[in-house]
């Protein structure tokens, strides 16, 4: 008896799963336009868009509605910053697509030191755009252009800068988002 198992069926499957849950994950975050937006702190442990979402809540939620789960034994993390430690793998920028992550760097001076720490997450939409949640008391959620000011200079590491992370698929619907 003949074998058919074909490793790169196995493949293309695994690559269509993965596109289906990015597809809602954009098209989640695009149904969320003009959900109110809030200040970090007052949303810290609050996943309601009705009483507002903050940048790293909005895209908890958003991943959660699409049906991704954080990897086994681990919470989901509700910061930006954590979120970036945590989320995914590193997508060059040119390789950007909708449903990717798209984290912001902001820099901080203190004294002599420069800080680099993430300060903003966004689910991108398309090559060119984003959706993100301000993180503003009376802010909407909105979708905005990704500037080319933006992108991370390789010559100056202390710019503001962006960087791409994928939700990564790992098994029986688990996900490294």
């Known amino acids: 008896m003949k074998n058919n198992y ?18 809602a994950i954009y098209s989640n975050a695009l149904n969320l336009i003009g ?13 309601d868009p009705n009483k507002g979402l903050d940048c790293s809540g909005f895209v908890t939620y958003v991943v959660t509605l699409a ?14 910053n954590e979120q970036f430690d945590t989320f995914g793998t ?7 697509r909708a449903g990717d992550l798209l984290f912001f760097v902001r820099n901080r001076q203190y004294s002599e030191s420069v800080f680099i720490t993430i300060g903003h997450v966004a689910i991108l939409t398309s090559n060119n755009s984003y959706v993100h ?6 802010a909407k959620v ?3 252009p990704v500037l ?11 710019a ?6 994928r939700p990564t698929l790992l098994w029986q619907n688990r996900w490294r988002i």
């Open 6 to 23: 074909q490793p790169q069926d196995e493949f293309e499957s695994a690559v269509n799963y993965a596109d289906q849950y990015r597809k």
């Open 35 to 47: 959900t109110p937006s809030s200040n970090y702190y007052d949303s810290e442990f609050d996943l």
């Open 67 to 80: 049906g991704l789960q954080c990897d086994v034994d681990l919470e989901c993390p509700r910061h930006a």
């Open 90 to 96: 590193f997508v060059d920028f040119d390789k950007r």
């Open 133 to 138: 949640s301000p993180g503003k008391n009376g």
């Open 142 to 144: 909105s979708k905005q």
């Open 148 to 158: 080319q000011q933006e992108i991370l200079k390789q010559n100056d590491k202390y």
């Open 160 to 165: 503001n800068s962006l960087y791409i992370k």
